[in-house]
């Protein structure tokens, strides 16, 4: 186990340490102390190591995350798992606005609530959270799936590509061009799978959630679809 | 970006520190805002007390026997205590109104930053932790306060377009974020018989929640309507003699944090300016919601 104390070595030391570690290494358990609100902790990991953080987070932690497993012992500030490209990030408490944004693969875990734009450009990320989301959640979403077992907040999938969004509570309201649609096999099963692995497989069941994609109406500029923009 | 602060004591035993807590606080937010940074706490005051906090720009002469030519003009005994750049007189609260009739007569180049039975506010320019250490911030006293680090968006870098903005007696405003209509709200205001020192988006902001407050609306109440009035990004956090409030627009892109425990209300900008608090490890931590006012009392 290597452990960081975030408050005496600071951020560029375990960051750098962190980034030293390519491919295969022996230092695969890491933990990190003090974090405090930093900003940027653990961002930029390309190794398939375990990292826990003992506290809270600032601003984009594990963004860009390769491969690492990261996960954060309380809360998460805006951007976290921001372009993560894969691995995973579990999170114990809530995470602030633009969880997992513009993700491109990769699990990133909420046990609390996600706030506003919650997967917003997502390509490919996987996003699982165990409570509510907040409004412009999955926002021109392009591909991957959100999970969510609470409820949704406003314009849900606003503009949306191609991404999957299932949500067990309630959608306060639905963005322009996302429709609800019907849940087939596939997608009880997709579902199965992210909860497993979203830690989530004793709190919800597939049937329970309700699928939501795009109406593929604004893919191409339409005169007639000038209002919806 | 700004940073934004705030401290509402529930517990008494704290409040000798809160000037040494809202102080951490204001220093950790500095890279959010380095460019100014103010202060308005609340201190309580003298039974039959006002207090008005003044500026100047050249404070050895516009202090100089300050107390004397003001009692001279309303006829009753006025104390200063000179902080820096910054005074706060105390004048008999009937007397209120005359010692600022008479003040800008007597020393024209002075400005008020604040006047009420209990608040007082402190802004300048220069990093927060060398205007909290010109006005000995830490050594402050009140049962709530809020903190204001600056970096400015839409008008210049001068002391009086510091945060707080107070705009009537015992109010203050600070803000994160920049308004879009404020050219027009502040013509209105204006018509209205408001009185305005800057360029500023946020003393419009202030100065609307005056109005409201004025027209017999609660805090909570002035708030809900900035939600209708005020076009663009804000997060507010504003105080009263006795309250604190807080308000995001319905977009809420500018961050906000807040925990709560038996002895206190946070906010902060960013976690990182709570986690000194006592007993933050145990807090209830949360984010405001968008368009919804929060509003604290004692």
Redesign the interface.
Same mark, same amino acid.
């Given at each position: 186990m290597q452990s960081f104390d975030l408050g005496k070595e600071g951020l560029r030391a375990l960051n750098s340490a962190l980034h030293g570690l390519r491919g295969q290494t022996n230092m695969t358990d890491w933990e990190v102390i003090n974090p405090k609100g930093s900003h940027a902790i653990a961002a930029g990991v390309d190794a398939p190591v375990d990292i826990t953080v003992r506290g809270s987070t600032g601003y984009y932690c594990a963004g860009m995350n390769k491969q690492a497993t990261i996960r954060i012992k309380g809360s998460a500030g805006p951007g976290v798992a921001e372009n993560m490209m894969s691995g995973t990030v579990i999170i114990d408490g809530n995470a602030s606005q633009y969880a997992g944004a513009t993700g491109r693969g990769g699990l990133l875990v909420i046990k609390g609530n996600a706030s506003s734009r919650c997967g917003v450009s997502m390509k490919g990320i996987d996003i699982v959270v165990h409570g509510n989301i907040g409004h412009m959640s999955a926002f021109m979403a392009q591909s991957g799936n959100l999970v969510v077992l609470g409820d949704a907040g406003e314009a849900l999938g606003d503009s949306l590509y191609e991404a999957r969004l299932f949500v067990r509570g309630s959608v306060k309201s639905l963005g322009a061009d996302c429709i609800e649609k019907e849940m087939r096999p596939e997608h009880y099963a997709i579902l199965e799978d992210l909860l497993k692995r979203g830690e989530a497989d004793g709190k919800a069941k597939p049937e329970e959630f309700r699928r939501y994609g795009s109406a593929r109406k604004l893919y191409n500029f339409n005169i007639d679809n000038a209002a919806a923009y | 970006m700004c940073g934004i602060v705030g401290l509402f004591l529930k517990d008494p035993k704290l409040e000798p520190q809160l000037g040494a807590m809202l102080t951490d606080m204001l220093i950790t937010m500095t890279d959010r805002g380095p460019d100014s940074a103010g202060i308005a706490i609340y201190g309580g005051g003298k039974d039959g007390l006002g207090k008005i906090t003044i500026q100047s720009a050249t404070p050895d002469k516009d202090f100089k026997n300050l107390d004397g030519d003001l009692h001279d003009a309303i006829g009753q005994p006025v104390t200063l205590l000179v902080k820096s750049t910054h005074a706060v007189l105390e004048v008999p609260l009937d007397q209120m109104g005359a010692a600022r009739s008479a003040l800008a007569h007597l020393r024209p180049g002075v400005k008020v930053m604040s006047a009420g039975d209990s608040i007082e506010i402190f802004k300048e320019v220069g990093l927060p932790k060398d205007v909290a250490a010109r006005f000995e911030v830490s050594k402050m006293k009140g049962t709530h306060g809020i903190g204001h680090t600056r970096m400015a968006t839409e008008s210049a870098v001068t002391t009086m377009g510091a945060h707080p903005f107070s705009t009537g007696a015992d109010q203050c405003l600070v803000h994160n974020g920049s308004l879009s209509n404020h050219n027009g709200l502040r013509r209105e205001l204006i018509r209205l018989g408001k009185t305005f020192e800057t360029q500023n988006d946020t003393e419009v902001a202030a100065a609307y929640v005056s109005r409201k407050l004025e027209e017999g609306q609660s805090l909570g109440e002035a708030l809900e309507s900035g939600l209708d009035d005020l076009d663009g990004f804000y997060t507010f956090v504003v105080g009263t003699k006795n309250g604190f409030g807080v308000v995001r627009d !319905?977009? /809420?892109?500018k !961050?906000a944090?807040m925990a709560e425990t038996d002895q206190y209300v946070a906010f902060g900008s960013?976690?990182? /300016?709570?986690?000194n608090l006592p007993g933050i490890e145990d807090a209830r931590?949360?984010?405001p919601? !968008?368009a919804t006012v929060y509003f604290w009392e004692r």
């Open positions: - | !319905p977009i /809420a892109c !961050p944090v960013e976690y990182r /300016a709570l986690v931590v949360w984010e919601e !968008p």
